[in-house]
Structure formats: C-alpha cells, structure tokens
Nanobody, 118 residues
C-alpha cells in the first residue's frame, strides 16, 4: 500500500543538529498521519513525534519538545524531523510510520541511525 524510506541519519556532536527525511511511495500520502519513533540498543521503541494529514496538528514526546520539529510536504510525499540541540541520549535508530484514519499502522521505514557523541 505504501513504502517508506528514511534518510539523513549520521554522527553528530552533542548540541548539533540533523534533519531526517521520510519519503513515501504512492499517490495517497496526504491521507496518512505520519509518525517518528526511535529505538536505542537494549531499549524499547519509543514515540518521538507525529503530524496529522494536513500538517496542522503535531505531537511530541516530552523528551524532545522544544528541540525537535516534525513537518510534512504532501506535494512531495515526504515528512521531515528537524532535530536540534541533540543529546547523547538521542542516539537511536529512527523510523517513520504511516497510520490511516482508523489508527492502523500501514508501514514502517527501514530506519536510519543517529549517533550523538558527548
């Protein structure tokens, strides 16, 4: 139904910034709620951010509020996660997902590694 591919991960020093992108296939991107999750080694996957179909509503985990910004461009079928003031505890594999109007997750991306050095 939809395929997602993340990009933009890498190694950055604490206090630095990275911008992650999630590109979606298909012609129906605008009907999906998009979310970002992350998972560090030995830890459970945790919610990071979400954005609704129009981009008019966003939600963030408390741990990233004020530092991360989620956005979307429906014309380009893409959602981005701007990460500022990065901390070592932000180190994880970041994945995006697409959710339909019934709350069902339709797809996951393969993930992109973010490593923040101290």
């Amino acid at each position: 139904q939809v395929q997602l591919v993340e990009s933009g991960g890498g190694l950055v020093q604490a206090g630095g910034s990275l911008r992650l992108s999630c590109a979606a296939s298909g012609r129906t991107f605008s009907v999906y709620t998009m979310k970002w999750f992350r998972q560090a080694p030995g830890k459970e996957r945790e919610f990071v951010a979400a954005i609704n179909t129009s981009g008019g509503s966003t939600r963030y985990a408390d741990s990233v509020k004020g530092r991360f910004t989620i956005s979307r461009d429906n014309a380009k079928s893409r959602t981005d996660l701007q990460m500022n003031s990065l901390k070592p505890e932000d180190t994880a594999v970041y994945s995006c997902s697409a959710t339909d109007i019934y709350g069902r997750t339709l797809a996951w991306g393969q993930g992109t590694q973010v490593t923040v050095s101290s």
